[in-house]
Nanobody, 122 residues
């Protein structure tokens, strides 16, 4: 079992930056795929970015390209999502997820955090 806990969300203005954190606990010895997803009201959950727990290979979704950066600190058991130049359309609940498959499909991730709200005002 893997437990995930997101933090760092909040209310910011367009153009601001924000860093989300995902604290990982439990069974962390495997090479999990760690991912960030987001879900805006009335919309489907959207892939943002992913990273391998060992090695740090990354993939960005369309929403993350050029503005968001995923990283991890194995010593702190934490995954980060650094977001810059935020836009109102980035407003969503951001979720951290973990799984054994290298995929962008949310249904393939068995472990999820509770989510953290990011609201970007114009």
């Amino acid at each position: 079992q893997v437990q995930l806990a997101e933090s760092g969300g909040g209310l910011v203005q367009a153009g601001d930056s924000l860093r989300l954190s995902c604290a990982v606990s439990g069974r962390t010895s495997g090479n999990y795929a760690m991912a960030w997803f987001r879900q805006a009201p009335g919309k489907e959950r959207e892939f943002v970015a992913r990273i391998t727990w060992i090695g740090g290979s990354t993939t960005d979704g369309d929403s993350a390209k050029d503005r968001f950066t995923i990283s991890r600190d194995n010593a702190k058991n934490t995954v980060y999502l650094q977001m810059k130049s935020l836009k109102p359309e980035d407003t969503a609940v951001y979720y951290c997820a973990a799984g054994s498959l290298w995929t962008t499909v949310s249904a393939s991730y068995p472990y999820w955090g509770q989510g953290t709200q990011v609201t970007v005002s114009s």
